[in-house]
């Protein structure tokens, strides 16, 4: 098969850029610790008040310096719905859906996660900077999507 000269040198340009892409992605995903959703366990939609660790919704100490938080997600909320968090503390949140999809997303860190209805997803990430983060819904939820929200106070 002959291949024209500018063929080969677009096919060059096109594997290299190929290969930067992925190095780039590569490299960004370990540096922030990106990772598939964990979805290990699942949990009943109507059950979830009753089903530990979100019948007792917030944060418990698991070890130096680290912490569980289970917040449940819900029509149009999380609970708790404003939280203390220990600067430079290694936090765990477990998050499921009482209802329909939602979205568990910190501007500013490497959570954000898509909360379906039975399966708790959890990610961990450390606040290195002191002060307040929002709790965001992404994934359009319904009628009160916008006032979907908590806060976390770093200190
Ligand atoms: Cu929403």
Redo the contacts with the bound molecule.
């Keep these: 098969m002959h291949l024209h000269k500018f063929e080969k040198i677009w096919l060059i340009f096109g594997g290299i850029t190929l290969v930067a892409f992925l190095i780039t992605l590569g490299v960004n995903a370990f540096s922030h610790g990106h990772h598939p959703p964990s979805d290990l366990s699942r949990v009943q939609p109507a059950m979830v008040d009753q089903t530990a660790p979100f019948d007792k919704p917030g944060l418990v100490k698991t070890g130096e310096n680290k912490y569980d938080l289970n917040m449940p997600s819900f029509v149009?909320g999380y609970a708790p719905n404003e939280i203390e968090i220990p600067l430079g503390a290694e936090i765990t949140f477990h998050t499921t859906s009482k209802d329909v999809v939602?979205?568990f997303a910190i501007p500013g860190t490497n959570v954000n996660m898509m909360v379906v209805p039975g399966h708790v997803n959890s990610a961990t990430t450390t606040f290195k900077k002191p002060g307040d983060y929002v709790i965001l819904?992404?994934?359009?939820?319904?009628a009160g999507?916008h006032m979907?929200m908590a806060k976390i106070v770093v200190k």
């Design positions: 149009f939602h979205g819904c992404n994934e359009y939820c319904g999507h979907m």
